[in-house]
């Protein structure tokens, strides 16, 4: 798997892209890049009022991502590789779900200006599942900033996210349907999913087991 040098993976809450970022990065000896939602001072605050907390919720993280990527602006080419467990360009489509008008058009403004020049990732993986399967999952990890995530939010997030990767194109996608496999506890899966991308021959392929 040496032609990624940089792999991201996403997918809406409760789709196990954490839990699956980390297990690629320890396979790959590589460097895992990882969001930390439970420094967002704002973040509790918004499941519970999204209209008042949206916008320093999701500024919040556009900062906290910029800094994470700024080291592969001028990527190392004898260091290691590195996997994320997002992708900056999908950054607008919680603020689209989230930010009026106007706070969407200083949002945007500021995006351009901070989007650090990173290097595209050699692929993305998707993880798709289903919202109520969203839900059982985020309320199972009981995280204290998630407690009030709705399943009307993770439903919209989840048509949001096949939306957004209907369009994306600027990286290989491998499109996983996670409903019936579990990376964290499942060898088999995580071995099945390793050989399935080391399979892959076009910029766009599905993974579905049913």
């Known amino acids: 798997m040496e032609r990624w040098r940089f792999i991201a993976v996403e997918g809406p809450i409760g789709a196990g892209k954490t839990s699956l970022a980390r297990r690629l990065a320890a396979r790959l000896a590589a460097d895992a890049l990882l969001e930390q939602p439970s420094e967002n001072p704002f973040l509790a605050r918004f499941y519970q009022d999204m209209p008042r907390f ?3 919720a999701q500024l919040f993280f556009l900062f906290q ?3 994470l990527l700024e080291p592969l602006a ?11 467990d ?9 603020a ?4 009026s008008a106007d706070e969407l058009a200083l949002y945007q403004r500021i995006f351009e200006a901070l989007r650090p020049r990173s290097p595209a990732p050699d692929l993305v993986i998707y993880l798709q599942a289903r919202h109520e399967t969203l839900a059982e999952r985020v309320r199972r990890r009981a995280a204290a900033h998630e407690r009030g995530i709705s399943d009307e939010y993770l439903a919209l997030l ?8 209907y369009h994306y194109a600027a990286a290989p996608v491998l499109i996983v349907n996670s409903e019936n496999l579990n990376f964290v506890d499942r060898d088999a899966d995580f071995e099945l999913l390793v050989s399935r991308m080391k399979a892959m021959k076009s910029r766009r392929e599905y993974f579905n087991v049913a």
């Open 86 to 94: 997002f992708l900056i360009d999908k950054d607008p489509l919680f």
């Open 96 to 99: 689209r779900v989230t930010l």
């Open 158 to 165: 989840a048509e949001s996210y096949a939306r957004f990767f």
């Open 74 to 84: 001028q990527p190392d080419m004898f260091g290691r590789a590195t996997v994320s």
């Open 54 to 56: 949206a916008l320093p």
């Open 65 to 67: 991502r910029a800094r």
